[in-house]
């Protein structure tokens, strides 16, 4: 069984930081991607940023220049840097892993349960 836990959300007003992490945890043979998605309230889920095994990011245009994705391949973690927030920025944001469990297996996606962030004053 593979988990992925999240851990970093929370609530924080206009123009603040947070820091949201990802593990993930169980028999893996390899990752490829690790990604952030969020879905808003009454909206569909959307790619936030997404990370390669070599290091290769990419970013909605929404959060281009404010949030940072990074990765620790040893740890299979990912963080997900967001600054200067804004209230648009509130969501449930959910944690990606593109991974093989083992040579028997193909690579498919696994997902974290999501943890809030709200922006808000």
């Known amino acids: 069984q593979v988990q992925l836990v999240e851990s970093g959300g929370g609530l924080v007003q206009p123009g603040g930081s947070l820091r949201l992490s990802c593990a993930a945890y169980?028999?893996?043979?390899?990752?490829?991607?690790m990604g952030w998605y969020r879905q808003a309230p009454g909206q569909q889920r959307e790619l936030v940023a997404a990370?390669?095994?070599?290091?290769?990011?990419n970013y909605a245009d929404s959060v281009q220049g404010r949030f940072t994705i990074s990765r620790d391949n040893a740890k299979n973690t990912v963080y997900l840097q967001m600054n200067s927030l804004k209230s648009e920025d509130t969501a449930v944001y959910y944690c990606?892993?593109?991974?093989?469990?083992?040579?028997?297996?193909?690579?498919?996606?696994?997902w974290g349960r999501g943890t809030q962030v709200t922006v808000s004053s």
């Open positions: 990606n892993a593109q991974l093989r469990r083992s040579w028997y297996e193909n690579e498919r996606d696994y």
């Open positions: 169980g028999s893996i043979l390899s990752i490829n991607s």
């Open positions: 990370i390669t095994s070599g290091g290769s990011a």
